[in-house]
């Protein structure tokens, strides 16, 4: 009996803590468009999302809630064809003029020609980070995986589940570290032409309008922002806060060798290697280690 009722309240406990921390969102429960809801929609029991460019209007979708540390997962097929000036955003992003902000952004292509992969983060309002990469594989055939973690020590960018990118937390020597700010989902199809693919040259065309990026199975496995009080609960190394767990400080071996991979053959810009554009101030972060 008392076994019985001791586990009974383990679990009753865990499931209220592991509840408090965790999202199970899809785009129905956990999202709404903010711009051209006439022509985008959201479909399959919510797990499923398509926002739409045409010449009226972009448009594009938000989480109703903020988060601090954890997952943020999602399967994007990109606009596919000649998606050339356009940008398919999907990053999270706090308020405010110090605010902070992890990017993903996708630049559109003629048809044929690669996608850019475009990385930034931004900390206490501070950018200029941007790493770039194109993919090892064709992002409009079908559904792939981008995923932002992160937890107290470390951001990593996820694609396909290998790590593309690292922002390891050097705040102890003065680098801004984005854990102080609870952050929103954001995701939108825009038009860029006048910077996006190469450069600004190459314009939208829009007979090839209407436009469209799919979604699907947008999760948060993250914590619930809360204001100022959840920088301590949402950074407790306890059970529910399974990203402040020892296997989460850092890649595995096999981790850090497909960031290599990565950074070896599809890196093709890096703010820390561009001397000219910062006239030799290098950011901080450039000379700590990244792995
Ligand atoms: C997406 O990638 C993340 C990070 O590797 C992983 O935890 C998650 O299970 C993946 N989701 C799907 C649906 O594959
Ligand atoms: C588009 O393709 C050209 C030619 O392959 C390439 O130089 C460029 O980086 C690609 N991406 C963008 C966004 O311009």
């Given at each position: ?270 703010y820390c290697t561009d001397v ?16």
């Amino acid at each position: 009996m008392a076994t019985s009722r001791a586990l009974f309240m383990a679990i009753f406990v865990f499931a209220i803590a592991f509840h408090s921390s965790v999202v199970s969102a899809n785009f129905r429960k956990s999202m709404y468009f903010n711009w051209g809801a006439q022509h985008s929609s959201i479909s399959g029991n919510g797990d499923d999302a398509q926002l739409v460019l045409d010449q009226t209007s972009g448009s594009g979708i938000q989480s109703k809630r903020a988060f601090l540390f954890g997952s943020i997962e999602m399967l994007i097929k990109l606009v596919p064809g000649n998606s050339a000036g356009t940008v398919t955003a999907y990053y999270l992003s706090s308020t405010g003029a110090k605010h902070d902000e992890i990017d993903f952004e996708f630049l559109g292509n003629s048809t044929g020609e690669p996608y850019t992969v475009h990385t930034n983060i931004f900390t206490q309002g501070q950018g200029n980070r941007e790493q770039q990469f194109q993919l090892w594989f064709d992002p409009t055939a079908s559904y792939h995986n981008y995923t932002i973690h992160w937890n107290p020590t470390e951001v990593v960018w996820y694609v396909d589940s290998i790590p593309i990118r690292v922002f390891r937390n050097y705040q102890s020597e003065g680098i801004g570290y984005p854990n102080q700010q609870g952050m929103r989902v954001y995701s939108s199809l825009w038009n860029a032409d006048n910077w996006a693919t190469r450069g600004g040259l190459v314009k939208i065309d829009w007979t090839a309008a209407p436009f469209v990026a799919n979604y699907r199975r947008f999760r948060a496995r993250a914590c619930k922002w809360n204001g100022p009080v959840s920088i301590i609960q949402c950074a407790l190394p306890t059970r529910p806060n399974w990203w402040t767990s020892p296997v989460y400080k850092q890649l595995t071996t096999s981790q850090q060798g497909q960031l290599k991979w990565v950074r070896d053959n599809h890196m093709i810009y890096n703010y820390c290697t561009d001397v000219k554009r910062f006239k030799g101030q290098m950011a901080p972060e450039c000379s700590k280690p990244q792995y």
